[in-house]
Protein backbone atom coordinates (compact mmCIF):
# COMPACT_ATOMS: atom_id res chain seq x y z
CA UNK A 1 0.00 0.00 0.00
CA UNK A 2 1.47 3.59 -1.04
CA UNK A 3 1.30 6.16 1.91
CA UNK A 4 -1.40 8.47 -0.27
CA UNK A 5 -3.52 5.07 -0.62
CA UNK A 6 -3.80 4.84 3.28
CA UNK A 7 -4.85 8.42 3.26
CA UNK A 8 -8.40 9.12 4.39
CA UNK A 9 -8.60 5.43 4.83
CA UNK A 10 -6.84 4.86 8.05
CA UNK A 11 -8.88 4.99 11.37
CA UNK A 12 -8.28 7.95 12.57
CA UNK A 13 -6.65 7.62 16.33
CA UNK A 14 -8.88 8.19 19.49
CA UNK A 15 -5.79 9.33 22.04
CA UNK A 16 -6.40 7.96 25.56
CA UNK A 17 -6.46 11.51 27.56
CA UNK A 18 -6.57 13.60 24.45
CA UNK A 19 -8.85 16.64 25.19
CA UNK A 20 -7.49 18.76 22.44
CA UNK A 21 -10.57 19.85 20.12
CA UNK A 22 -10.09 19.15 16.53
CA UNK A 23 -9.46 21.84 14.40
CA UNK A 24 -10.02 20.81 11.11
CA UNK A 25 -11.99 23.82 9.96
CA UNK A 26 -10.61 26.74 9.53
CA UNK A 27 -11.74 29.88 11.81
CA UNK A 28 -12.77 32.07 8.98
CA UNK A 29 -15.36 29.50 7.73
CA UNK A 30 -15.23 26.42 5.92
CA UNK A 31 -12.88 26.15 2.76
CA UNK A 32 -11.72 23.71 0.71
CA UNK A 33 -12.88 20.09 1.15
CA UNK A 34 -14.47 21.13 4.27
CA UNK A 35 -15.91 24.13 2.06
CA UNK A 36 -17.46 20.92 -0.22
CA UNK A 37 -15.48 22.84 -3.01
CA UNK A 38 -13.91 20.32 -5.75
CA UNK A 39 -10.08 21.08 -5.73
CA UNK A 40 -8.40 23.39 -8.43
CA UNK A 41 -5.86 20.98 -9.13
CA UNK A 42 -5.04 17.36 -7.44
CA UNK A 43 -1.34 15.69 -7.39
CA UNK A 44 -1.55 11.69 -7.13
CA UNK A 45 1.43 9.79 -6.19
CA UNK A 46 3.72 11.73 -7.90
CA UNK A 47 7.77 11.15 -8.58
CA UNK A 48 10.17 12.60 -10.08
CA UNK A 49 13.60 10.85 -10.66
CA UNK A 50 16.43 12.98 -12.80
CA UNK A 51 18.63 10.52 -14.36
CA UNK A 52 22.82 10.94 -13.13
CA UNK A 53 25.41 10.06 -16.17
CA UNK A 54 28.13 9.28 -16.82
CA UNK A 55 31.02 11.64 -18.46
CA UNK A 56 32.48 10.74 -21.35
CA UNK A 57 30.54 9.86 -25.09
CA UNK A 58 28.24 7.43 -23.81
CA UNK A 59 26.65 9.03 -20.94
CA UNK A 60 25.31 6.16 -19.60
CA UNK A 61 23.04 6.33 -16.65
CA UNK A 62 24.75 5.47 -13.11
CA UNK A 63 21.61 6.61 -11.04
CA UNK A 64 18.72 8.99 -9.92
CA UNK A 65 18.35 12.17 -8.23
CA UNK A 66 15.42 11.22 -5.87
CA UNK A 67 13.93 14.46 -5.90
CA UNK A 68 9.99 13.73 -4.97
CA UNK A 69 8.80 10.38 -4.55
CA UNK A 70 4.94 9.44 -3.86
CA UNK A 71 3.65 13.06 -3.10
CA UNK A 72 -0.33 13.66 -3.42
CA UNK A 73 -2.51 16.56 -2.30
CA UNK A 74 -5.37 18.44 -3.35
CA UNK A 75 -5.11 22.28 -3.95
CA UNK A 76 -8.85 24.28 -3.16
CA UNK A 77 -9.98 27.68 -4.92
CA UNK A 78 -9.37 30.65 -2.88
CA UNK A 79 -7.07 28.56 -0.43
CA UNK A 80 -3.32 29.07 0.04
CA UNK A 81 -1.73 25.43 0.23
CA UNK A 82 2.15 25.97 1.96
CA UNK A 83 4.96 23.46 0.79
CA UNK A 84 7.96 23.52 3.51
CA UNK A 85 10.75 21.87 4.13
CA UNK A 86 15.03 22.34 3.93
CA UNK A 87 16.98 23.31 0.43
CA UNK A 88 17.04 20.38 -1.64
CA UNK A 89 13.92 18.65 -0.27
CA UNK A 90 11.98 18.77 -3.68
CA UNK A 91 9.81 21.68 -3.26
CA UNK A 92 10.88 23.48 -6.60
CA UNK A 93 10.69 20.47 -8.02
CA UNK A 94 7.05 19.53 -6.97
CA UNK A 95 5.91 23.25 -7.75
CA UNK A 96 7.78 22.24 -11.52
CA UNK A 97 5.58 19.17 -11.24
CA UNK A 98 2.22 20.73 -10.86
CA UNK A 99 2.75 23.23 -13.83
CA UNK A 100 4.23 20.24 -15.77
CA UNK A 101 7.23 22.54 -16.23
CA UNK A 102 9.32 19.39 -16.08
CA UNK A 103 8.49 15.59 -17.04
CA UNK A 104 7.16 13.27 -14.25
CA UNK A 105 8.73 10.00 -14.04
CA UNK A 106 5.05 8.81 -12.63
CA UNK A 107 2.07 9.82 -10.73
CA UNK A 108 -0.52 12.37 -12.05
CA UNK A 109 -1.11 15.99 -11.96
CA UNK A 110 -5.14 15.95 -12.37
CA UNK A 111 -6.59 19.69 -13.44
CA UNK A 112 -10.18 19.97 -15.03
CA UNK A 113 -10.31 16.12 -15.68
CA UNK A 114 -7.08 15.71 -17.02
CA UNK A 115 -4.27 14.50 -16.29
CA UNK A 116 -1.43 17.14 -17.05
CA UNK A 117 1.51 14.96 -17.35
CA UNK A 118 -0.12 13.00 -20.39
CA UNK A 119 -0.51 15.98 -22.31
CA UNK A 120 2.00 17.37 -24.94
CA UNK A 121 3.89 21.03 -25.01
CA UNK A 122 0.61 22.11 -27.65
CA UNK A 123 -2.42 20.52 -25.39
CA UNK A 124 -0.87 22.34 -22.42
CA UNK A 125 -0.75 25.91 -23.86
CA UNK A 126 -4.04 26.98 -23.33
CA UNK A 127 -4.05 25.44 -19.56
CA UNK A 128 -0.97 27.32 -19.10
CA UNK A 129 -3.11 30.43 -18.63
CA UNK A 130 -4.91 29.13 -15.55
CA UNK A 131 -2.00 27.74 -14.02
CA UNK A 132 1.15 30.37 -13.47
CA UNK A 133 4.55 31.00 -11.36
CA UNK A 134 6.21 34.07 -9.64
CA UNK A 135 10.05 33.25 -8.91
CA UNK A 136 12.16 33.41 -6.25
CA UNK A 137 14.79 35.57 -7.32
CA UNK A 138 12.98 38.82 -8.31
CA UNK A 139 16.03 40.11 -9.12
CA UNK A 140 16.95 37.24 -11.97
CA UNK A 141 13.66 36.71 -13.04
CA UNK A 142 12.50 39.99 -14.64
CA UNK A 143 14.37 40.45 -18.23
CA UNK A 144 16.55 43.75 -17.50
CA UNK A 145 16.31 45.05 -21.50
CA UNK A 146 12.50 45.24 -20.92
CA UNK A 147 10.44 47.88 -19.25
CA UNK A 148 7.78 47.08 -16.64
CA UNK A 149 4.94 47.98 -19.40
CA UNK A 150 6.57 45.05 -21.52
CA UNK A 151 7.50 42.47 -19.08
CA UNK A 152 3.56 42.45 -17.70
CA UNK A 153 1.80 42.54 -20.97
CA UNK A 154 4.60 39.55 -22.26
CA UNK A 155 2.27 36.56 -20.78
CA UNK A 156 -0.80 38.55 -23.00
CA UNK A 157 1.44 38.55 -25.98
CA UNK A 158 2.34 35.36 -25.72
CA UNK A 159 -1.03 34.05 -25.85
CA UNK A 160 -2.10 36.09 -28.63
CA UNK A 161 -4.25 38.59 -25.98
CA UNK A 162 -2.64 41.70 -26.10
CA UNK A 163 -4.57 44.08 -28.83
CA UNK A 164 -7.90 42.45 -28.47
CA UNK A 165 -11.50 42.36 -26.41
CA UNK A 166 -10.02 46.02 -25.11
CA UNK A 167 -6.69 44.44 -23.56
CA UNK A 168 -3.82 46.34 -24.24
CA UNK A 169 -2.27 49.66 -22.26
CA UNK A 170 -5.34 50.08 -19.54
CA UNK A 171 -5.22 46.53 -18.56
CA UNK A 172 -1.25 46.42 -17.80
CA UNK A 173 -1.61 50.04 -15.56
CA UNK A 174 -5.15 48.17 -13.77
CA UNK A 175 -2.52 45.23 -13.11
CA UNK A 176 0.36 47.62 -11.78
CA UNK A 177 -2.09 49.41 -9.78
CA UNK A 178 -3.91 45.93 -8.45
CA UNK A 179 -0.12 45.19 -6.88
CA UNK A 180 0.30 48.53 -5.32
CA UNK A 181 2.80 49.89 -8.21
CA UNK A 182 2.04 52.93 -9.55
CA UNK A 183 0.79 52.98 -13.11
CA UNK A 184 2.91 55.55 -14.76
CA UNK A 185 6.40 54.00 -13.73
CA UNK A 186 5.24 51.24 -16.61
CA UNK A 187 8.10 52.91 -18.72
CA UNK A 188 10.78 52.37 -16.06
CA UNK A 189 13.05 49.28 -16.45
CA UNK A 190 12.73 46.65 -13.68
CA UNK A 191 16.22 47.80 -12.12
CA UNK A 192 15.40 51.23 -11.48
CA UNK A 193 12.68 49.30 -8.47
CA UNK A 194 13.52 47.83 -4.98
CA UNK A 195 13.83 44.02 -4.57
CA UNK A 196 10.20 44.10 -3.26
CA UNK A 197 8.45 46.42 -5.93
CA UNK A 198 10.06 43.99 -8.59
CA UNK A 199 8.69 41.02 -6.52
CA UNK A 200 5.13 42.77 -7.33
CA UNK A 201 6.07 43.24 -10.75
CA UNK A 202 6.52 38.97 -11.16
CA UNK A 203 3.21 39.22 -9.81
CA UNK A 204 1.42 41.51 -11.87
CA UNK A 205 3.08 39.70 -14.63
CA UNK A 206 1.72 36.09 -13.13
CA UNK A 207 -1.62 38.03 -12.81
CA UNK A 208 -1.97 39.39 -16.56
CA UNK A 209 -3.64 36.25 -18.11
CA UNK A 210 -6.26 35.81 -15.05
CA UNK A 211 -5.32 32.89 -13.55
CA UNK A 212 -6.59 29.89 -11.10
CA UNK A 213 -3.64 28.65 -9.32
CA UNK A 214 -0.32 30.86 -8.53
CA UNK A 215 2.87 28.41 -7.56
CA UNK A 216 4.99 31.31 -5.68
CA UNK A 217 7.95 29.44 -5.21
CA UNK A 218 9.85 31.27 -2.47
CA UNK A 219 8.26 34.70 -3.06
CA UNK A 220 9.53 36.74 -0.08
CA UNK A 221 12.85 34.35 1.15
CA UNK A 222 15.21 36.83 -1.42
CA UNK A 223 13.54 40.02 0.69
CA UNK A 224 14.58 42.08 3.89
CA UNK A 225 11.68 41.00 6.43
CA UNK A 226 10.36 44.39 6.65
CA UNK A 227 9.64 44.15 3.11
CA UNK A 228 8.17 40.43 3.39
CA UNK A 229 5.08 41.55 5.19
CA UNK A 230 4.31 43.67 2.73
CA UNK A 231 4.27 41.17 0.22
CA UNK A 232 2.51 39.08 1.98
CA UNK A 233 -0.25 41.29 2.55
CA UNK A 234 -0.68 42.04 -1.54
CA UNK A 235 -0.97 38.22 -1.95
CA UNK A 236 -3.51 37.41 0.57
CA UNK A 237 -5.49 40.58 -0.72
CA UNK A 238 -5.39 39.00 -3.44
CA UNK A 239 -6.11 36.15 -3.08
CA UNK A 240 -9.42 37.76 -1.54
CA UNK A 241 -10.32 39.78 -4.36
CA UNK A 242 -9.92 36.91 -7.03
CA UNK A 243 -10.43 34.15 -5.35
CA UNK A 244 -7.13 32.78 -6.41
CA UNK A 245 -5.21 29.43 -4.88
CA UNK A 246 -2.36 29.26 -3.95
CA UNK A 247 0.77 27.20 -3.49
CA UNK A 248 3.27 29.06 -1.80
CA UNK A 249 6.48 26.97 -1.41
CA UNK A 250 9.59 28.15 1.75
CA UNK A 251 11.93 26.58 3.71
CA UNK A 252 10.64 29.22 6.68
CA UNK A 253 7.45 27.96 9.12
CA UNK A 254 7.56 31.37 10.49
CA UNK A 255 6.48 32.90 7.14
CA UNK A 256 4.15 30.30 6.43
CA UNK A 257 2.43 30.52 9.95
CA UNK A 258 1.19 34.05 8.09
CA UNK A 259 -0.42 33.01 5.12
CA UNK A 260 -1.43 29.15 5.06
CA UNK A 261 -4.42 27.55 4.99
CA UNK A 262 -3.03 24.24 4.96
CA UNK A 263 0.61 23.18 5.28
CA UNK A 264 2.76 20.27 3.68
CA UNK A 265 6.02 19.35 5.64
CA UNK A 266 8.71 17.76 3.17
CA UNK A 267 11.67 16.12 3.57
CA UNK A 268 14.13 14.74 0.81
CA UNK A 269 11.21 14.26 -1.70
CA UNK A 270 8.83 12.89 1.03
CA UNK A 271 5.44 14.27 2.37
CA UNK A 272 6.05 13.81 6.52
CA UNK A 273 3.06 15.80 7.62
CA UNK A 274 0.27 17.77 6.63
CA UNK A 275 -2.33 19.27 8.53
CA UNK A 276 -4.66 22.66 8.19
CA UNK A 277 -2.42 25.35 9.46
CA UNK A 278 -3.74 25.86 12.60
CA UNK A 279 -4.17 22.18 13.54
CA UNK A 280 -0.36 21.51 12.42
CA UNK A 281 0.92 24.62 14.66
CA UNK A 282 -0.63 23.42 17.39
CA UNK A 283 -0.23 19.62 17.62
CA UNK A 284 3.14 18.80 15.45
CA UNK A 285 3.62 15.20 15.04
CA UNK A 286 6.38 14.52 13.19
CA UNK A 287 10.12 14.91 14.82
CA UNK A 288 11.20 16.89 11.47
CA UNK A 289 8.32 19.11 11.67
CA UNK A 290 8.86 19.86 15.26
CA UNK A 291 12.48 20.55 14.75
CA UNK A 292 11.38 23.24 12.15
CA UNK A 293 9.09 24.71 14.66
CA UNK A 294 11.56 25.18 17.39
CA UNK A 295 13.21 27.61 15.11
CA UNK A 296 10.28 30.04 15.06
CA UNK A 297 11.43 32.99 16.80
CA UNK A 298 8.45 33.67 19.84
CA UNK A 299 6.92 37.05 20.10
CA UNK A 300 7.43 37.06 23.69
CA UNK A 301 10.57 38.43 25.01
CA UNK A 302 11.22 35.95 28.14
CA UNK A 303 10.11 32.75 25.78
CA UNK A 304 12.15 33.64 23.38
CA UNK A 305 14.78 33.52 25.72
CA UNK A 306 14.07 29.99 27.14
CA UNK A 307 13.49 28.50 23.77
CA UNK A 308 15.29 25.56 23.25
CA UNK A 309 15.95 24.60 19.27
CA UNK A 310 15.83 20.98 18.36
CA UNK A 311 18.76 20.75 16.57
CA UNK A 312 19.22 18.42 13.57
CA UNK A 313 22.35 16.35 13.46
CA UNK A 314 24.45 15.92 10.31
CA UNK A 315 23.68 17.10 7.11
CA UNK A 316 20.41 16.16 4.99
CA UNK A 317 21.58 12.85 3.14
CA UNK A 318 22.26 12.36 -0.80
CA UNK A 319 18.56 11.61 -2.78
CA UNK A 320 20.42 9.72 -4.56
CA UNK A 321 20.96 6.55 -2.20
CA UNK A 322 18.25 7.84 0.45
CA UNK A 323 18.22 5.85 3.75
CA UNK A 324 16.51 2.96 4.53
CA UNK A 325 12.93 2.91 6.24
CA UNK A 326 12.82 6.07 7.51
CA UNK A 327 14.61 9.16 5.18
CA UNK A 328 14.45 10.73 7.97
CA UNK A 329 16.22 8.35 10.60
CA UNK A 330 19.87 9.42 10.21
CA UNK A 331 19.08 13.08 11.79
CA UNK A 332 15.79 12.16 13.88
CA UNK A 333 16.28 12.97 17.54
CA UNK A 334 13.50 10.61 18.62
CA UNK A 335 15.23 7.84 16.84
CA UNK A 336 18.77 9.13 18.53
CA UNK A 337 17.81 9.93 21.83
CA UNK A 338 14.37 8.34 22.98
CA UNK A 339 13.87 4.79 21.18
CA UNK A 340 15.14 1.51 22.02
CA UNK A 341 16.63 -0.96 19.42
CA UNK A 342 13.52 -2.57 18.99
CA UNK A 343 12.01 0.49 18.23
CA UNK A 344 14.50 1.90 15.53
CA UNK A 345 14.52 -1.36 13.54
CA UNK A 346 11.04 -0.23 12.47
CA UNK A 347 12.56 3.11 11.47
CA UNK A 348 15.92 1.65 9.93
CA UNK A 349 13.87 -0.90 7.98
CA UNK A 350 10.44 0.11 7.30
CA UNK A 351 9.11 2.86 5.22
CA UNK A 352 7.07 4.73 7.95
CA UNK A 353 3.46 4.97 5.56
CA UNK A 354 1.47 8.56 5.53
CA UNK A 355 -0.93 7.84 8.35
CA UNK A 356 -3.92 10.05 9.46
CA UNK A 357 -3.31 10.82 12.88
CA UNK A 358 -6.53 13.14 13.45
CA UNK A 359 -9.06 14.58 11.09
CA UNK A 360 -7.01 15.85 7.97
CA UNK A 361 -3.93 15.43 9.72
CA UNK A 362 -0.94 13.01 8.41
CA UNK A 363 1.78 12.10 9.70
CA UNK A 364 4.80 9.61 8.57
CA UNK A 365 6.31 8.07 11.45
CA UNK A 366 6.23 4.91 13.39
CA UNK A 367 6.10 6.67 16.64
CA UNK A 368 4.45 10.09 15.92
CA UNK A 369 4.18 11.85 19.19
CA UNK A 370 2.50 15.27 19.67
CA UNK A 371 4.90 18.20 20.50
CA UNK A 372 2.52 21.04 22.35
CA UNK A 373 5.13 22.87 24.22
CA UNK A 374 7.33 23.87 21.09
CA UNK A 375 5.78 27.15 20.21
CA UNK A 376 4.44 28.03 24.17
CA UNK A 377 7.58 27.91 25.96
CA UNK A 378 11.45 26.86 25.86
CA UNK A 379 10.69 23.42 26.93
CA UNK A 380 13.67 20.47 26.02
CA UNK A 381 13.10 17.79 24.10
CA UNK A 382 11.29 15.56 26.60
CA UNK A 383 9.50 18.34 28.33
CA UNK A 384 5.91 17.67 26.36
CA UNK A 385 4.16 15.08 27.92
CA UNK A 386 2.00 13.96 24.79
CA UNK A 387 0.19 10.77 24.13
CA UNK A 388 1.04 8.83 21.57
CA UNK A 389 -1.10 9.00 18.55
CA UNK A 390 -1.96 5.96 16.88
CA UNK A 391 -0.82 2.36 18.37
CA UNK A 392 2.82 2.41 18.22
CA UNK A 393 4.34 -0.82 16.97
CA UNK A 394 5.42 -3.48 19.05
CA UNK A 395 7.89 -6.05 18.99
CA UNK A 396 10.49 -6.07 15.65
CA UNK A 397 9.42 -6.39 12.22
CA UNK A 398 8.94 -9.55 10.34
CA UNK A 399 11.31 -10.04 7.75
CA UNK A 400 8.46 -10.36 5.41
CA UNK A 401 7.22 -6.75 6.40
CA UNK A 402 11.24 -5.71 5.86
CA UNK A 403 10.91 -7.42 2.29
CA UNK A 404 8.71 -4.36 0.87
CA UNK A 405 10.59 -2.29 -1.28
CA UNK A 406 10.42 1.63 -0.93
CA UNK A 407 7.48 3.07 -2.62
CA UNK A 408 8.85 4.79 -4.86
CA UNK A 409 11.98 2.91 -6.09
CA UNK A 410 10.25 -0.56 -6.46
CA UNK A 411 13.62 -1.56 -8.69
CA UNK A 412 15.89 -1.13 -5.71
CA UNK A 413 17.37 -4.54 -4.44
CA UNK A 414 15.59 -6.34 -1.64
CA UNK A 415 16.18 -5.07 1.32
CA UNK A 416 18.43 -7.37 3.94
CA UNK A 417 16.96 -6.68 7.77
CA UNK A 418 19.14 -4.74 9.76
CA UNK A 419 18.76 -6.59 13.64
CA UNK A 420 20.34 -4.48 16.05
CA UNK A 421 21.90 -5.78 19.47
CA UNK A 422 21.62 -4.16 22.21
CA UNK A 423 25.53 -2.45 22.01
CA UNK A 424 24.32 -0.67 18.76
CA UNK A 425 24.11 2.63 19.80
CA UNK A 426 23.97 6.18 17.45
CA UNK A 427 26.59 8.44 16.91
CA UNK A 428 26.92 12.08 16.82
CA UNK A 429 26.21 12.08 12.42
CA UNK A 430 23.38 9.57 13.17
CA UNK A 431 25.06 6.27 12.14
CA UNK A 432 24.37 2.96 13.77
CA UNK A 433 27.76 1.83 15.39
CA UNK A 434 28.51 -0.80 18.19
CA UNK A 435 29.60 0.75 21.16
CA UNK A 436 33.31 -1.11 21.10
CA UNK A 437 33.82 0.70 17.49
CA UNK A 438 32.13 3.81 18.70
CA UNK A 439 35.70 4.79 20.47
N1 LIG B 1 17.47 19.42 -13.24
C1 LIG B 1 17.95 18.69 -12.22
N2 LIG B 1 18.83 17.69 -12.44
C2 LIG B 1 19.31 16.93 -11.43
N3 LIG B 1 18.96 17.10 -10.15
C3 LIG B 1 18.08 18.08 -9.86
C4 LIG B 1 17.54 18.93 -10.87
N4 LIG B 1 16.68 19.84 -10.28
C5 LIG B 1 16.70 19.54 -8.95
N5 LIG B 1 17.53 18.51 -8.71
C6 LIG B 1 17.82 17.89 -7.41
O1 LIG B 1 16.58 17.50 -6.86
C7 LIG B 1 16.58 17.72 -5.46
C8 LIG B 1 15.41 18.62 -5.11
O2 LIG B 1 15.67 19.93 -5.63
P1 LIG B 1 14.65 21.14 -5.48
O3 LIG B 1 13.31 20.69 -5.94
O4 LIG B 1 15.23 22.32 -6.18
O5 LIG B 1 14.63 21.37 -3.91
P2 LIG B 1 14.15 22.65 -3.07
O6 LIG B 1 13.36 23.55 -3.96
O7 LIG B 1 13.36 22.06 -1.95
O8 LIG B 1 15.41 23.29 -2.58
C9 LIG B 1 17.93 18.32 -5.10
O9 LIG B 1 18.77 17.30 -4.65
C10 LIG B 1 18.41 18.88 -6.42
O10 LIG B 1 19.81 18.85 -6.47
S1 LIG C 1 9.95 6.80 11.96
FE1 LIG C 1 11.61 6.77 13.46
S2 LIG C 1 13.32 7.85 12.48
FE2 LIG C 1 11.46 8.33 11.35
S3 LIG C 1 10.73 10.23 12.20
FE3 LIG C 1 9.69 8.59 13.29
S4 LIG C 1 10.96 8.15 15.07
FE4 LIG C 1 12.20 9.38 13.67
MG1 LIG D 1 13.65 25.57 -4.36
Known amino acids: MTSADTQGTTPVATVPGDTTPDVSVDKRGPRGAAGGQEPVL ?181 LDVSIQAGVINLLEDLQTELGLAFMFISHDLSVIRHIADRVVVMYLGKIVESADAEELFRRPSHPYTQSLMSAIPLPDPIKERERQRILLAGDVPSPVNPPSGCRFRTRCPKFANELNNHQREWCVNIEPPLEEKFTGHTAACHFAEVRTDILESGGGPTAAASPALVKWPTGVPTDEQIQVPPVCMPKSPPLMPQRLSDDVIVDAEGELVTQGEHG
Open 42 to 222: SVRHLVKHFPIRSKGLTRRKIGDVHAVCDVSFDIFPNETLCVVGESGCGKTTTGRLVLNLVPATAGEVIYRGQDLTKLSFRQMRPLRRDMQIVFQDPFASLDPRMTVNEIVAEPLRIHGMYGKNNVGRDTIRALLKQVGLNPEHGNRYSHEFSGGQRQRIGIARALALKPKLLVLDEPVSA
